[in-house]
Nanobody, 124 residues
């Protein structure tokens, strides 16, 4: 089992940047692919980015490609999401999640472990 805690959310103006971090407990972090999801008010939670267990592969939803970068440090048990050129439509609660498959998935149902979320608000 793994416990996840996100940090780094906040309020930023459009065009600005934020870096989210997710810290995982336990010594099995490297056995999980990691994903970031987000949920905007009144909308369903959606996939944002994921990274394979060893960090060799990354995947992004189309709306964040070229703006967001996911990375992980298996020695520190952390996964980060660098968000640049933020837009008001990026406003959401952002969640990190752990998936035991190698590459992870854009389907949230494959992720058994979730953090509590961190709020990101982008003002226009």
């Amino acid at each position: 089992q793994v416990q996840l805690v996100e940090s780094g959310g906040g309020l930023v103006q459009a065009g600005g940047s934020l870096r989210l971090s997710c810290a995982a407990s336990g010594r099995t972090f490297s056995t999980y692919a990691m994903g970031w999801f987000r949920q905007a008010p009144g909308k369903e939670r959606e996939f944002v980015a994921r990274i394979s267990k060893n960090g060799s592969r990354t995947y992004y939803t189309d709306s964040v490609k070229g703006r967001f970068t996911i990375s992980r440090d298996n020695a520190k048990n952390t996964v980060d999401l660098q968000m640049n050129s933020l837009k008001p439509e990026d406003t959401a609660v952002y969640f990190c999640a752990a998936d035991p498959t190698f590459h992870g998935s854009p389907d949230e149902r494959t992720y058994p472990y979730w953090g509590q979320g961190t709020q990101v608000t982008v003002s226009s």
